[in-house]
């Protein structure tokens, strides 16, 4: 065995010990009293034992315990404090065996298996009237409402199933000497789950209600709650325009029993709760009014007296309670009148109306009250159906709940008890079937060892009621239906004749001496499988029969009220052609029920009732023996000990189980049996704790199927967490690869698009480029539409550039940026204006000192321009108006020339006449003289009016000579000089003096006086340096560089 295995083994050990321990624990002292399960008696053949059990449970008020999975409960007759919704919470989800035994367990182990198997299943509730079958399945129903899940869909479906009920009792219940709230209908009610266990819908079957009791009651029963209800408990308003007072003494139908008041109900309340489920179960205003008119006229009708006319025949004369039967139900009184009175009898060719005795009126009115109410029952049924009624077609799992009458033994029992021991008769045989006989034969089909177990079988008894032209049922049809004087007796006689001689059907006629002091005349006799029953034969061919004149139906379908209308369609086969007769209705009506319970998992609650007197704490052994032997437990328990507790199909059981063994999870290859037996051996079942069949596994004790339960929700949690982790890690790749596709998809269209963005670009670039090139190729053609474009942008591009590259001064004139051929002219245009500009605002930015400036430069220009070797040099130069200020003259000076106001000063270097000596000298010009100065001492005065002219060389030197006309010997004569600013000094001079003509640009030599009379000379000449100096002829020889022309 693997490690797993003996780490689940051992858990399941622990886990059974544990479970006893709880169960010990959680069990009070009174919860220990007796045993919990009849399977575990000691004494499992012992009737006495088994009372002894359910005996001391009783008295300590455990009212429910178990045979297996069947649940055994006794009428406790009191309210025990164990359904409330705490208890509910409880059991809820809990395996069957680990709380003290409860309906509610029981409940909730149908819901579970009906949902992890996904099938149908019925709860059988059977026992006599009073055992508590009702109450059961009412706390079955409670237990679903509260623990299935909800929503707000859901919560008004289990509404209308529990408000159902209410409604249903107040109009199919009554009290009877047996029970305060007696079922007088069988009731077959489907609760439909979706997969997820919410209760989405529900649908109920009917059986034979007991009709005669809307006309008749025994003595301390009553007519159907409702009746009493309505007069109880129904408004004023109500009762007035229903014609009613509110007093049931009143009315015929409900006094018959002489007990209208029962202690234990509160018909006033109860009427409250009827009206108000009725709202919620969907009932319109008009549909409440039709069914209480109904319910009015049925009690109007029972107080319809007859009169005898003069020929005895029944009369109504004007009769007040007809009158409100006819306004109720909406039928001309005329009509009604007639249908009370009198027979339809069709003869030949013609319908003819024969008059009724009083009695027979009296027959005639109550079968047409037993067929409203009958009738209206069943419209109820069916309109609490369509209530119910889940409309959506997803697959539904359904629970089946069976509450049917029980078996029934009065002093006198009539047809009646006859139909319902009849039916608890099937419901046996049905009980046998499903466990008992199928159980052996499973057995032996499984190949399983078998002791068996001997049981009664009752088909004997059911063939003896039910089969085909030998049975009591077909007897009493065919008496029913046969022409002349059937009466009840003919019917007994016939049973005599027919079934005398059946070992479980005995009459006054037939029986032995001792067994005819029981039995009266009219009687007859059935062993039914729960004992005898005797019956009284008076009634049954006419409660058989349950007949309602045809003109009864016929005034019946002239109703205005839509219920009745309903009721007696007009599709409804007239009388030429007999109805079925009342028993063989419910016989097939049983027959559908069995094939509905044959296809479902059956599970049972026997009722029992511990004593007649509806009183809590007794315990009457007789009784219970009686019912304990008749509900067939001691069988039950029998074979529950003998066999399996539990057993499945292998497939099933694999399925459920698999998880817990790593080879049959998550699949298993094999055959499903190779796959069980692989799970329990790695679980560890013992030999002796189980069985391999045929197809399925049988599990002796309930504990070790419980362990491996427990191990599997355990191991359920695991794997569904592991399945969730799988699930969402699955969901999110899924995400992850939606996003990432959606990514690439993003990136290819934004590529795609990018691309074609580019590939136009490209294609424009082309164009643009072949239209460029073809524009340079035809640029010198004349413009076309080939080259318009280059050209413009040639034109444009030839601007653009110009403008970034205009001349700055206009000096720069020349520098203007060359033209395409085409701009040509523009270019001679534009270079034309932008020069003119540039003039105008540069003629616009000279001031007029400047002005003046600029006069004296154009006055050098003409004087020197292409004379002079150095004058470009100075072109640049500005003038100023002195180079010496007259701080640097001497006062003395300023004060010898004094007004003459000096014009113009200039240091000069003078080279004396004898030796040509050099001296710096201040030359100044007045208006009329000018002054060669030494510091304070003028050294001579020429006047303008004496200088002759004034020679300068042609070379780049700056010598001037100034020629004096000169008479006096002692007179100084010419002045050799030479100035920085020679053209400057010479130009200021020829202004101040007005002598423009009188400068001469010589070449090569100067001749000057140095006195009158004695001449000097000047020789000027280029050389490598400049100098100056005395020549060997006596000459002052000045050399200057050859500066280069610009
Ligand atoms: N579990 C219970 N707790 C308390 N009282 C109960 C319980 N079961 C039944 N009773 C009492 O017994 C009475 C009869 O029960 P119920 O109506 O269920 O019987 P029944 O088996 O349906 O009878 P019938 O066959 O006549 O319809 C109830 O009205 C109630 O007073
Ligand atoms: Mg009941």
């Given at each position: 065995m693997t490690h797993m295995a003996l780490e689940v083994k051992e858990s399941l050990e622990e886990r059974c010990n544990r479970i006893l321990r709880n169960m010990e624990a959680s069990l009070t002292a009174r919860d220990r009293v007796?045993?919990?399960?009849?399977?575990?008696?000691?004494?499992?053949?012992s009737e006495t034992a088994f009372l002894d059990n359910l005996r001391k449970r009783f008295h300590e008020n455990l009212i429910y315990t178990y045979i297996g999975t069947l649940l055994v409960s006794v009428n406790p007759y009191r309210e025990l404090d164990m359904y409330s919704k705490k208890q509910m919470d409880t059991y809820?989800?809990?395996?069957?065996?680990?709380?003290?035994?409860h309906i509610y367990a029981l409940a909730d182990n149908v819901f579970r298996t009906m949902l992890s198997e996904c099938n149908n299943h019925f709860i059988l509730i059977s026992g006599e009237?009073?055992?508590g079958k009702t109450e059961a399945s009412k706390k079955v129903l409670q237990f679903y409402a509260v623990s299935c899940p909800s929503t707000k869909v859901l919560n008004n479906v289990r509404d209308r199933l529990v408000l159902s009920n209410p409604v249903l009792e107040a109009f199919g219940n009554a009290k009877t000497l047996k029970n305060d709230?007696?079922?007088r209908f069988g009731k077959y009610m489907d609760i439909q789950f979706d997969h997820q266990g919410g209760a989405v819908g529900g649908h109920i079957l009917s059986y034979?209600?007991?009709?005669?009791r809307v006309v008749h009651q025994n003595h301390g029963e009553r007519n159907f709650h409702i009746f009493y209800q309505l007069v109880e408990g129904g408004e004023e308003d109500l009762l007035r325009w229903l014609g009613l007072?509110?007093?049931?003494?009143?009315y015929n139908y409900l006094v018959q029993g002489n007990c209208?008041?029962?202690?234990?109900?509160?018909d006033k309340n109860d009427w409250k709760t009827v009206r108000k489920a009725l709202s919620v179960i969907d009932f319109s205003e008009g549909d409440t009014e039709n069914l209480f008119g109904i319910i009015a006229s049925v009690l109007h009708l029972g107080n319809i007296k007859f009169e005898a006319d003069h020929r005895g025949y029944a009369s109504l004369n004007n009769n007040q309670e007809m009158q409100w039967v006819s306004k109720l139900l909406g039928i001309p009184a005329q009509v009604l009148q007639q249908g009370l009175t009198h027979r339809k009898i069709e003869a030949k060719t013609e319908e003819v109306f024969s008059p009724f005795s009083v009695d027979h009126a009296v027959y005639a009115r109550d079968a047409l009250a037993k067929a409203i109410y009958g009738r209206t029952f069943n419209w109820l049924v069916n309109r609490i159906n369509e209530s119910l009624a889940?409309?959506?077609s997803s697959r539904k799992t359904v629970i089946g709940l069976l509450d049917i009458y029980g078996f029934e033994v009065f002093n006198v029992n009539s047809f009646e008890q006859f139909c319902i021991n009849y039916c608890n008769e099937k419901l046996q045989q049905l009980f046998i079937e499903l466990t008992l006989k199928s159980e052996q034969e499973e057995y032996k089909l499984e190949g399983i060892e078998w002791e068996p177990v001997p049981y009664f079988n009752n088909k004997i008894i059911c063939d003896l009621v039910e089969?085909?032209?030998?049975g009591i049922i077909s007897l009493l049809d065919e008496e029913c239906l046969r022409?002349?004087?059937?009466t009840d007796l003919t019917f007994l006689e016939k049973m005599e004749e027919k079934i005398?001689?059946?070992?479980?059907f005995v009459t006054h006629k037939l029986a032995d001496q001792k067994t005819r002091k029981t039995l009266e005349r009219g009687d007859f006799r059935l062993l039914h499988y729960a004992g005898e029953v005797t019956y009284c034969v008076v009634g049954f061919l006419d409660k058989n029969n349950d007949l309602l004149y045809r003109n009864g139906k016929e005034v019946m379908r002239q109703s205005k009220n839509t219920i009745i209308r309903l009721c007696f369609p007009s599709t409804e086969p007239d009388?030429?052609?007999?109805?079925?007769?009342v028993v063989t209705q419910f016989k097939s009506s049983l027959v559908g029920l069995t094939d509905i319970l044959l296809s479902k998992e059956p599970w049972y609650v026997r009722c029992i009732k511990?004593?007649?007197?509806?009183?809590?704490?007794?315990?009457d052994d007789v009784l219970v023996r009686h019912q304990v032997k008749y509900l067939g437990l001691m069988e039950h328990l029998r074979v529950r000990r003998a066999g399996f507790a539990y057993r499945r199909k292998y497939e099933i059981f694999l399925q459920r189980?698999?998880?817990?063994c790593p080879d049959t999870?998550?699949?298993?290859?094999?055959?499903a049996a190779e796959g069980v037996r692989c799970l329990i051996k790695y679980l560890g079942?013992?030999?002796?704790?189980y069985k391999m069949g045929r197809t399925k596994i049988f599990i002796r004790h309930p504990k070790t199927l419980f362990a491996t339960e427990d191990a599997f929700q355990v191991c359920k949690h695991k794997l569904a967490t592991r399945i969730q982790a799988k699930y969402k890690g699955y969901r999110v790749k899924g995400d992850f690869q939606k996003q990432r596709e959606a990514a690439t998809k993003i990136e290819n269209c934004w590529r795609g698009l990018m691309a074609r963005k580019e590939r136009e670009k490209r294609a424009w670039a082309v164009k643009v480029i072949k239209k460029f090139i073809k524009g340079f190729m035809t640029r010198?053609?004349?413009?076309?539409i080939d080259n318009s474009e280059y050209l413009a942008y040639v034109r444009q591009n030839y601007l653009t550039r110009l403008k970034e590259n205009?001349?700055?001064?206009?000096?720069?004139?020349?520098?203007w940026l060359t033209p395409p051929p085409i701009m040509q002219e523009a270019s001679q245009l534009l270079k034309k204006i932008y020069i003119r500009h540039m003039v105008w605002k540069y003629v616009h930015g000279v001031s007029v000192q400047k002005k003046g400036q600029l006069q004296l430069k154009v006055q050098a220009s003409s004087m020197f321009k292409g004379k002079k070797e150095n004058y470009p040099f100075s072109v640049c130069r500005p003038f100023l108006?002195?180079?010496?200020?007259?701080?640097?003259?001497s006062i003395k000076v300023l004060q010898l020339i004094g007004?003459?106001?000096?014009k113009y000063s200039v240091p000069v270097v003078k080279y004396d006449r004898n030796g040509f000596r050099p001296r710096l000298r201040q030359l100044i010009f007045t208006l009329e003289a000018a002054y060669l100065v030494e510091e304070a001492k003028i050294k001579q005065r020429i006047e303008f009016s004496s200088l002759k002219g004034v020679s300068v060389s042609n070379?780049?030197?700056n010598f001037l000579i100034l020629h004096v006309t000169c008479d006096d010997i002692n007179k100084k004569g010419d002045l050799v000089l030479q100035c920085d600013y020679l053209f400057e000094a010479l130009t200021k001079l020829s202004v101040i003096a007005n002598k423009q003509n009188c400068i001469r640009v010589v070449q090569g030599s100067v001749r000057f006086d140095i006195q009158p009379g004695r001449e000097g000379f000047v020789d000027f000449k280029s050389g490598q340096e400049s100098m100056v100096y005395r020549a060997k002829n006596g000459h002052l020889m000045v050399e200057s560089t050859r500066t280069k022309s610009r």
């Open positions: 007796g045993i919990q399960d009849f399977v575990l008696l000691d004494a499992h053949t809820m989800g809990v395996n069957f065996f680990e709380l003290p035994p009237s009073g055992a709230n007696s079922s034979l209600l007991e009709k005669s007072e509110r007093n049931c003494q009143n209208t008041k029962v202690s234990s109900i509160n889940n409309k959506d089969a085909k032209h030998k022409p002349g004087e059937a005398g001689g059946h070992p479980h009388s030429k052609r007999r109805p079925e007769t511990p004593n007649e007197a509806k009183q809590p704490g007794r315990f189980y698999k998880p817990l999870w998550p699949n298993w290859r094999g055959t079942y013992r030999s002796d704790e010198n053609q004349p413009a076309c205009l001349p700055k001064t206009v000096l720069e004139k020349d520098a108006d002195t180079r010496i200020g007259e701080e640097d003259i007004p003459e106001c000096i070379l780049s030197d």
